[in-house]
Nanobody, 127 residues
Framework: QVQLVESGGGLVQAGGSLRLSCAAS????????MGWFRQAPGKEREFVAA????????YYADSVKGRFTISRDNAKNTVYLQMNSLKSEDTAIYYC????????????????????WGQGTQVTVSS
């Protein structure tokens, strides 16, 4: 099993910044990817960003490209999501997740590629 614990959410004004963290523990995989998804009230959970654990290639949704940065700390088994220039439409619960096999960049954008999920952290952006 894999345990994922997110932290760093909160309330911020539009234009501000937050950094989310996701600490992973438990089972390990040879070439996983870690992703961030978000779900706003009444909407489907959507892809935000992903990073290959080996090599560090990153992928972003168009809606966050240039504003959000995903990174990882191998020694701490932690992935981060730095969110800048936040907008009210970024308000959502943010979830981190693990894709154990990270087959392709296209697949890493899909919820079904991820087998393990954290409990989520609320991000609220006030306008």
């Amino acid at each position: 099993q894999v345990q994922l614990v997110e932290s760093g959410g909160g309330l911020v004004q539009a234009g501000g910044s937050l950094r989310l963290s996701c600490a992973a523990s438990g089972r390990t995989f040879s070439s996983p990817a870690m992703g961030w998804f978000r779900q706003a009230p009444g909407k489907e959970r959507e892809f935000v960003a992903a990073i290959r654990w080996s090599g560090g290639s990153t992928y972003y949704a168009d809606s966050v490209k240039g504003r959000f940065t995903i990174s990882r700390d191998n020694a701490k088994n932690t992935v981060y999501l730095q969110m800048n220039s936040l907008k009210s439409e970024d308000t959502a619960i943010y979830y981190c997740a693990v894709d154990p096999v990270a087959t392709s960049a296209q697949n890493m954008r899909l919820r079904r590629a991820y087998d393990y999920w954290g409990q989520g952290t609320q991000v609220t952006v006030s306008s």
